[in-house]
Nanobody
């Protein structure tokens, strides 16, 4: 069993940056593929970014390519999402998730563990 705890969300203005962190407890973090998803009010949860267990492969949704960077530190059991040039449409609750496959997956049903989420609000 893996517990995931996100942090780093907040209220920022358009164009600002934020770095989200997701700390994992339990399990062997380095074996899990990790992903970030987000859910805006009234919308379905959507994929944002994912990273393979060894960090050697990453995957992004088109709307964040060039602005967001996912990374991980297996020694610290933590995955990060650096978000630059934020836009109002990035406003959402951001969730991190872990999959036992160890892969960078873009489908939420392929993830086994989820955090509680952290709110990101971008004002125009």
């Amino acid at each position: 069993q893996v517990q995931l705890v996100e942090s780093g969300g907040g209220l920022v203005q358009a164009g600002d940056s934020l770095r989200l962190s997701c700390a994992a407890n339990g399990g062997t973090f380095s074996m899990y593929g990790m992903g970030w998803f987000r859910q805006a009010p009234g919308k379905e949860r959507e994929f944002v970014a994912a990273i393979r267990r060894n960090g050697g492969s990453t995957y992004y949704t088109d709307s964040v390519k060039g602005r967001f960077t996912i990374s991980r530190d297996n020694a610290k059991n933590t995955v990060y999402l650096q978000m630059n040039s934020l836009k109002p449409e990035d406003t959402a609750v951001y969730y991190c998730a872990a999959n036992k496959w160890g892969a960078a997956r873009g489908i939420s049903t392929e993830y086994d563990y989820w955090g509680q989420g952290t709110q990101v609000t971008v004002s125009s």
